[in-house]
């Protein structure tokens, strides 16, 4: 099967631009996840949905971060204004509903100059 | 909240050494915990699973065991190659299967 597909690969942006990242998780898998990863540092979660409902998005921070899951299949993780301390990969991954093993996408490297 | 704690990298190995990495977690309940890898290039990928304490998770000739009295889960191979080399993450998920990763630790392998 297809693994959990994520464009573009490399995006290098000025500080208050906008820039939107896409993800097409696995077919079947309800619940999505977005992640930043930091240079550094472990995954941190920004988003979980669970077919077109938000699941938790606590971690998002939500004055310039926003996402969202139009019909329950591909997603999009929007920045506007970015900040320098945005720069790192963001990280999509899905899995089956009550399944602990997440299906990572390659990430997207963000760099805000 | 919950949290992981692994060993700092980066670790230099030469070809059939034995690796260990340390993983130790914070929980309010009694998590599932998972050690992830990132090979150059490629995404993060499942390496191994224990879902409940004395569980020995095992895959490639890594293993590791849930330590419940420790908070532990480290890491383990008996001889690595060079195609091991790779950022490894101790994670751990409680009910909600959200998972919390550790800083990763960075592994590399010489002929």
């Known amino acids: 099967e297809a693994g959990v597909a994520q464009s573009p690969r490399y995006k290098i942006i000025e500080k208050r631009q906008s820039v939107a990242f896409w993800c097409n998780p696995i077919?079947?898998?309800?619940?999505l996840y977005w992640y930043q990863q930091i240079l550094g540092q472990g995954p941190k979660l920004l988003i979980q949905?669970?077919?077109?409902?938000?699941?938790?998005d606590s971690q998002l921070p939500k004055d310039r971060f926003s996402a969202e899951r139009l019909k329950g299949v591909d997603s999009t993780l929007k920045i506007q204004p970015a900040k320098l301390e945005d720069s790192a990969v963001y990280l999509c991954?899905?899995?089956?509903?009550?399944?602990?093993?997440?299906?990572f996408g390659p990430g997207t490297r963000l760099t805000v100059t | 909240g919950d949290s992981v704690t692994q060993m700092e990298g980066p670790v230099t190995l030469s070809e059939e050494a034995f690796l260990t990495i340390n993983c130790t977690y914070t929980?309010?309940?009694?998590?599932?915990l998972f050690w992830y890898v990132q090979y150059p290039g490629e995404g993060l990928q499942l390496l191994l699973k224990?879902?409940?304490?004395?569980d020995k998770g095992s895959n490639k000739g890594f293993e590791a065991t849930y330590r419940k009295e420790t908070t532990s889960f480290h890491l383990e191979k008996g001889s690595v190659q060079v195609s091991d080399s790779a950022v490894y993450f101790c994670?751990?998920?409680?009910?909600?299967?959200?998972?919390?990763f550790g800083a990763g630790t960075t592994v590399t392998v010489r002929a």
């Open positions: 991954a899905s899995n089956r509903v009550r399944s602990y093993e997440q299906y």
């Open positions: 077919s079947g898998h309800a619940t």
């Open positions: 949905f669970q077919n077109n409902g938000v699941v938790d």
């Open positions: 929980a309010t309940g009694y998590p599932s």
């Open positions: 224990a879902t409940k304490a004395d």
């Open positions: 994670a751990l998920s409680d009910d909600d299967y959200k998972l919390s």
